[in-house]
């Protein structure tokens, strides 16, 4: 048994399948549904590589690799 709690649901895309046994429902099954495109920038992998050290300019960097940042200060790309 799975129990999910506030947080554990990470879209609202899903779907609800009553399991039966019988006339009975035994199980719940929740199926969600990816709403990713599969590239860009994944808050929750952002936040996984920052709480390993890693800082803002190591996470674009991760997620987008040719991405050159603009100081916005002193005019300098990097």
């Known amino acids: 048994?799975?129990?999910l709690s506030a947080g554990t649901m990470r879209s609202n895309l899903f779907d609800i399948l009553p399991l039966y046994k019988g006339k009975n429902i035994?199980?719940?099954l929740v199926?969600?549904?990816d709403t990713g495109l599969g590239n860009g920038l994944c808050l929750h992998g952002a936040e996984g590589l920052a709480k390993t050290g890693h800082d803002y300019k190591a996470i674009i960097?991760?997620?987008f690799p040719e991405a050159r940042i603009l100081?916005?200060?002193t005019g300098?790309?990097?």
Request: charged share 15%; glycine share 6%; hydrophobic share 35%.
């Open 61 to 63: 960097k991760y997620y």
């Open 1 to 3: 048994m799975f129990l």
């Open 31 to 33: 199926r969600g549904y």
């Open 76 to 78: 300098m790309i990097n």
């Open 71 to 73: 100081n916005t200060n």
């Open 26 to 28: 035994k199980q719940i």
